[in-house]
């Protein structure tokens, strides 16, 4: 509001200064030009307000409908059953197998009794990586002891032992005896071979 009274004084005193340094004489000619000036300032000023009134403008995005609320709604109700009922399938398929608590368990009796547990072989990995521990040697060494595991002995007992990385054979030379090839266990270890526990 001030803003609009400020122009239009200002508008105003600019006319009638313009008006007031005129000599007496005002013809039709001077009249027009200061309705001209006049009226080219109450448009600027116009133009001034209109652009200051756009750069404060709040535009407002509304969020989805009513009906778009209620049809997100049902869409999850419906996949939220459909979940409850594969899960219901599933566990119904479970219990005919014999998993959890029912026919399968004990005969179908709930009791407290454990569960028999049948351990499973390891994977054909796993059991590729596990060196026997009875084909471990120490052997002593002119730089110290060597552990290993000796190739014959891997070769009679490991099934993978072609398997082997050969860069992991050392020969050890022995004053009595033929040399031994020894696999070394840092190497084997690095390569991801491991003692089996049993």
Request: hydrophobic share 30%.
């Amino acid at each position: 509001m001030s803003r609009k009274f400020i122009s239009g004084i200002l508008a105003a005193s600019i006319a009638i200064s313009t008006l007031s340094a005129v000599p007496a004489r005002a013809d039709e000619r001077d009249a027009m030009r200061a309705v001209a000036g006049i009226t080219a300032l109450f448009i600027l000023g116009k133009a001034i307000e209109n652009s200051r009134r756009d750069r404060e403008t709040v535009t407002r995005q509304t969020g989805p409908s009513r009906e778009e609320i209620m049809r997100r709604h049902r869409e999850e109700e419906r996949a939220r059953a459909r979940e409850r009922e594969r899960e219901e399938e599933r566990a119904r398929r479970e219990r005919e197998r014999g998993y959890g608590h029912g026919r399968g368990n004990y005969g179908g009796r709930h009791d407290d009794r454990p569960h028999k547990i049948i351990p499973r072989p390891l994977p054909p990995v796993v059991m590729g990586n596990l060196l026997p521990r009875e084909c471990r040697v120490s052997l002593p060494t002119n730089r110290g002891t060597l552990n290993g595991f000796g190739a014959r002995c891997l070769e009679r007992n490991f099934r993978h032992a072609s398997r082997l990385p050969q860069t992991c054979i050392t020969r050890v030379e022995r004053s009595r005896g033929p040399d031994r090839l020894i696999y070394g266990e840092r190497c084997l270890n690095a390569r991801g071979y491991r003692i089996a526990r049993r």
